[in-house]
């Protein structure tokens, strides 16, 4: 397995990844893993990401992460319309390498990388197939718990949102919300097949929008939840283990 840093680009904005790739010269299923959005200061020590990648890495899929605008070493400001941008690069780059098997193009996101891989693949036929952990079916009940305001005075403390004239508009930041709201997206990713993946406990993002997305998800669609499971379900093995067995048989991966 091959591990390189890489750069992708978009909106005139540099932002920060990670590919890797399995060994030999086949040509693979490529997979884009997609973060959530911070609750906390990021730690720099933590490669949970990382390891995820790798472990999808060494089941067969040309693996990419990366830092969505406004975190990590990526540069600008926490946007969600700006993030649907964002992955569409991630998706170009991804797309155009010779190693990929341009049919099996997958996403798996994790809340609000979740949320932004449906708009995503809603508007992009390349993806092939998607995976949703902790996805909210809407973020209402997210904004009503804070106003728009102390969110991002919180974005400003954890340092995703970095510049002091960002965002010019606090209404148009926030109706960028109301516009990737997944609901009323992820219909439109049929016949692709969608995997939705929910921790029976989330504490953050209630179990009724699992059952939401997948009542209005088209064909061919599967629901997982995980019992006892809380919100942060890239450290749950029961899940990162039923998303890869998934992946696998959709993606035609020998599974011995």
Known sequence: MEAKEIRLHSDGLELVGELHIPSGNRVRPALCICHGIPSVTPDPTDRGYALLAQRFCLAGFVTLIFNFRGTGKSQG????????????????????????????????????????????????????????????????????????ADTIRRFRQIGVIRDEDFPPSIEEWERG??????????????????????????????????YRLYGKAGEPRELRIIPGAGHRLRVEEKAMAAVLDWLKARCLIDQE
């Not at 993946?197 to 929008?209: C, F, M």
Request: proline fraction near 7%; hydrophobic fraction near 45%; charge should be negative.
């Open 77 to 148: 400001n926490l946007d969600i319309p700006g993030w649907t941008r964002d992955l569409h690069a991630a998706l170009d780059y991804l797309y155009a390498l010779d190693r990929v098997e341009k049919s099996h193009l997958c996403l798996l996101g994790f809340s609000g990388g979740a949320a932004v891989s449906v708009y995503a693949a809603a508007h992009d036929t390349r993806v092939s197939s998607v995976t949703l952990c902790a996805c909210p079916a809407d973020f209402a009940a997210l904004r009503e718990k804070e106003p728009t």
């Open 177 to 210: 919300f109301e516009i990737v709201t997944p609901f009323n997206w992820i219909d439109r990713i049929s016949p692709r097949p969608v995997l939705v993946v929910h921790g029976e406990a989330d504490e953050l993002i209630p179990l009724e929008h699992a």
